[in-house]
């Protein structure tokens, strides 16, 4: 490790090759082009790699890097477009590219190129019928063992990103003057060849606290024993079993068994691989083994459970319960991190696929959890230590969870008694305290006050006396407007709930109104009736064109202050054709280059790239009312891209991806605006109560109306002119 050097490629030495062996283009291909076409594939950088290994290439995030070639130890050998030095880089730090989409990742600006890649990938998923959220489904015969058989006995491979990628380069055209990549590098004289691949261990990408927001890539295994079969959870999908079984959702079914025996030690045998692939010594390979004794070969999945490495793309009920519950004993930060954003998404997307009740029941059969009966005093007590508690304290801790951060008493409120009964019925002395705890939590929560819920406020500022506009527009304060704008908004935009958003009527015909939701997309609607109103109801040319500049001016403030709602919906009805007809009244305005630099944030095209990279710009915790419209659109388009089937089961990768629309949406609830409530919310409140009664014909009319009055004016004009006036 000390005496490697990083390649510095001799771009003379490659460039000759090209010039000889294409007479077409010998005087114009460039040497980095010519490196270019040697690589095997691009990538494109998901987090910032640094690292203090001449050997290693350093990088930033957004980067795009090509690389030349691929270790089975994860490490790829990669260079910077129009650089010298070839370098190792770790691959669970970067995503592969196909041509088309480098090619267009490369025209679209560096910061924002992670956020377009997620937004291709999401819209480029195949749809598919959704079929809503979770209903009890009509009983059905049982599927037989030779049946079921039949049907599971195959799952087609799983194409990455949509193409595969090539494994090794094309041969060149002609005689190339090398045989490998690493002979053409090592030919430099200024190089030492690529350089080995690295021993030290593969670093894991940084873990994301709180929240999904960019698809986490998936760490490369350290050689191909470590894995697990079909039991384990982590087993690729290539190892699972032929017979698969039915999948049960009805609550009239019989909840899954958990009782039984159970087999990890392919598991074991991989971490025990990973230890000496982490430490190079044997000795400590051996000491994990012999410390993975069968107590903790606990999770036992079915034949249906998919994964793609740590993802779970496919699982049965059964099969998420008991990742859900399961203690893994992990003490590792990354590890927690991932299990608290597992259970984060099963508990606010588990009414999708089954109801309240029958979670409640398969955690208490869960709990309830039997010995084998072959073990004797001193394995069953080894049994109840190492299997038996942990399991009931997650499960107890699992509800403490449901309580607290995932409304359970606000959407299942008759779970609430059947869960202060069966903690009451608790006897095992270790249990009892935690038993008790909740129960307070679920009395502490009954009799609270609502108010101590709502959004964490700052001190309120106090406001300046208000200008006296006996409701003239023109004479409001712009900024006072857009502040008392956000305070409003965010009021309605924190009440909105992650069974609403999920429950959203545009992909579920049928199911009841979403009030929190629908009360605050109604107010962007009212708000651009308000803009258009105000404009076409002045009947003087020079109030209409300061009408408009008024809103422009409000629209701006409305950015800064993160309120991106009221924002997206003033310039809307500033761009819509109502408006936009009124040529005489746009010649008179002074605020156009605003409004045109703040029309391309609401562009719809190239799937909101614009409005994307604003809100990412915004940091954690800050004041901000988002433009869910957008995040509405993804909800549906990730309904249509994936379903749940018998034949594979319910489809986790959906409720993930929901679950990180979902987190985006609602992440900026917590921290309200710390503007005092003036006399100016009582104005708002009035004019968005009175635009709910026009229509667009009514405004389709007033617009033409005021269109011909200003044509009649300005033929006026013209003949005073030509008159002499």
Not at 47 to 76: C, M, V
Not at 168 to 196: D, K, M, Q, W, Y
Request: glycine letters at 4%; hydrophobic letters at 35%; a neutral charge.
């Amino acid at each position: 490790m000390n005496g490697r050097q990083p390649l510095h490629l001799d771009i003379s030495s490659t460039s000759s090759y090209f010039q000889s062996s294409s007479h077409s283009s010998s005087s114009q291909s460039s040497p980095t082009t010519a490196s270019t076409e040697l690589s095997l594939f691009s990538v494109l950088c998901f987090y910032d790699f640094e690292s203090d290994d001449p050997a290693h290439l350093s990088f930033r995030k957004n980067e795009i890097l090509d690389i030349f070639q691929q270790e089975d130890t994860g490490w790829w050998a990669a260079m910077r477009r129009g650089g010298t030095t070839l370098g190792w880089i770790p691959m669970a730090f970067v995503k592969e590219l196909s041509e088309e989409m480098t090619d267009k990742l490369l025209r679209v600006k560096e910061e924002i190129r992670v956020y377009e890649y997620e937004a291709e990938q999401l819209y480029e998923q195949p749809v598919a019928r959704y079929n809503g959220l979770y209903e009890p489904p009509e009983p059905s015969p049982p599927i037989t063992d030779t049946a079921a058989a039949a049907s599971y006995s195959s799952t087609p491979p799983l194409k990455q990103n949509g193409y595969t990628r090539p494994v090794r380069p094309l041969p060149l055209a002609g005689p190339p003057p090398v045989s490998t990549t690493r002979e053409l590098f090592s030919s430099s004289p200024h190089s030492a060849g690529i350089p080995p691949s690295p021993i030290t261990p593969m670093p894991h990408p940084p873990p994301i606290f709180g929240s999904y927001d960019k698809p986490t890539p998936p760490t490369p295994r350290f050689d191909e024993d470590y894995g697990s079969p079909a039991s384990n959870l982590y087993a690729s999908p290539s190892s699972r079993a032929i017979r698969r079984e039915p999948l049960r959702l009805d609550p009239r079914d019989t909840p899954p068994t958990f009782n039984g025996p159970v087999s990890l030690t392919g598991s074991i045998r991989g971490r025990s691989n990973k230890v000496l692939q982490l430490t190079g010594e044997d000795d400590a390979a051996g000491q994990h083994r012999a410390g993975s004794v069968a107590w903790n070969q606990l999770a036992s999945y079915s034949d249906k459970l998919q994964t793609d490495g740590d993802t779970i793309r496919y699982a049965t009920l059964h099969d998420l319960v008991v990742r859900l519950t399961h203690d893994s004993m992990a003490k590792d930060p990354i590890r927690l991190a991932a299990e608290k954003t597992f259970q984060d998404i099963f508990l606010t997307t588990f009414r999708t696929f089954t109801t309240a009740d029958v979670l409640f029941a398969v955690l208490v059969q869960r709990f309830e959890l039997t010995p084998p009966s072959d073990l004797d005093q001193e394995a069953l007590s080894t049994w109840i230590e190492k299997v038996q508690l942990p399991i009931q304290s997650r499960i107890l801790a699992v509800f403490q969870t449901w309580l607290e951060e995932h409304r359970l008493l606000e959407e299942e409120p008759h779970i609430a008694s059947k869960l202060t009964v069966f903690l009451k019925d608790q006897r095992v002395q270790k249990l009892i305290p935690l038993a008790k705890f909740i129960i307070g939590t679920i009395e502490r929560l009954t009799f609270a006050n609502p108010n101590d819920f709502i959004a964490n406020n700052s001190p309120k500022v106090k406001r300046k006396k208000s200008k006296s506009h006996k409701g003239d527009l023109l004479k409001l304060d712009p900024p006072d407007l857009a502040e008392q704008l956000s305070v409003f908004e965010h009021k309605l935009y924190s009440k909105i709930t992650p069974q609403e958003l999920l429950a959203h009527p545009k992909f579920k015909p049928g199911s009841s109104p979403a009030t929190n939701l629908t009360n605050f997309c109604a107010t962007y609607d009212q708000l651009a009736f308000w803009v258009k109103t105000s404009v076409l109801n002045e009947e003087q040319l020079g109030r209409r064109s300061n009408a408009v500049d008024f809103w422009i001016k409000v629209a701006e403030k409305c950015k800064n202050l993160n309120n991106f709602a009221s924002m997206s919906s003033i310039i809307n009805a500033l761009s819509s054709s109502d408006i936009t007809r009124l040529h005489l009244t746009w010649a008179h305005i002074n605020r156009k280059s605003p409004l045109d630099a703040l029309l391309k944030f609401n562009d719809p095209s190239n799937k909101w790239a614009g409005y994307r990279g604003l809100i990412a710009d915004v940091p954690a915790g800050s004041q901000c009312v988002p433009f869910i419209g957008m995040y509405l659109t993804d909800i549906v388009h990730i309904a249509d891209s994936f379903k749940d089937s018998e034949e594979q089961g319910i489809c986790y990768l959906q409720r993930q991806r929901w679950f990180e629309v979902i987190t985006n949406v609602l992440k900026f609830q917590n921290k309200s605006y710390a503007f005092a409530e003036g006399s100016t919310q009582t104005l708002i409140k009035k004019e968005l109560n009175m635009a709910t009664y026009k229509d667009s014909k009514w405004f389709y009319a007033r617009s033409q109306e005021v269109q011909h009055s200003e044509l009649a004016n300005a033929d006026i004009r013209k003949g005073l002119e030509a008159a002499g006036f």
